[in-house]
């Protein structure tokens, strides 16, 4: 069965620094991946997918992500956060049948 | 730019009434999806509808949840008999057609509430 696994539930960087949070999925075929956001009482808000083509994404608001299917992984990376970049962090995988499975979550703090 | 809605935003209902999510999708989508996540938790896939079916249901979605499009904007969840365990943050999902290499565009959430 498809899964995905989002190993850290809560992460706290300091503004400026580099952020990687890590997504691991379980798929039998190739997948689609996706990195959404979420803020507090909102909705979900695309950041970036990958389809095919090119394994390193690139998305909105500086966000990239690297997928490397020799680790099954969809990694979610910034150079420099900034404290509007406090939200919840999901990973998900699209069966290609449309269902989205996702991870449970990354919360992530961004200290002054 | 496009967006999908959903009303009401938050909906407090007391357990065994009936309630009715509603959602509009981005108009020339054809896909349609409802999404829920209960507080602390992941979001979790309930039903996908296309061209006036269900094309794919998840073993939450029991006999107590029904989906409808009733005109040719709406799309609808309806809970029979609410249980407090149903509270929740329900999304509703759109998608364009060449499913599979697009991406699900997402509505604000309707937050369940059932005392």
């Known amino acids: 069965a498809q899964s995905v696994t989002q190993p850290d539930i809560h992460i706290t960087v300091s503004e400026g620094a580099s952020l990687e949070l890590r997504c691991n999925y379980s798929y039998g075929a190739t997948p689609y991946l996706f990195w959404y956001v979420q803020s507090p009482g909102q909705g979900l808000q695309l950041l970036l997918k990958?389809?095919?083509?090119?394994?390193l994404v690139q998305g909105i608001k500086g966000f990239e992500a690297e997928f490397k299917r020799s680790q099954s992984s969809f990694n979610l990376r910034k150079p420099s956060v900034h404290w509007s970049d406090a939200a919840e962090y999901f990973c998900a995988v699209d069966n290609q049948g449309g269902k989205l499975i996702f991870g449970q979550g990354t919360e992530l703090s961004v200290k002054p | 730019e496009p967006e999908v809605t959903q009303t009401p935003s938050h909906q407090v209902t007391q357990m065994g009434q009936e309630v009715i999510l509603r959602c509009v999708p981005i108009s020339n989508h054809l896909y349609f999806y409802w999404y829920r996540q209960i507080l602390g938790q992941k979001v979790e896939f309930l039903v996908s509808?296309?061209?006036?079916?269900?094309?794919?249901k998840s073993e939450i979605f029991d006999d107590q949840f029904s989906v409808e499009r009733p005109d040719g904007s709406n799309f609808t969840l309806k809970i029979r008999s609410t249980k407090l365990e149903d509270s929740a943050m329900y999304f509703c999902a759109s998608s364009t057609p060449g499913q599979g290499n697009t991406e699900a565009f997402f509505g604000q959430g309707t937050r369940l509430t059932v005392v």
């Open positions: 990958y389809f095919s083509g090119d394994t």
């Open positions: 509808f296309y061209n006036n079916e269900i094309s794919e």
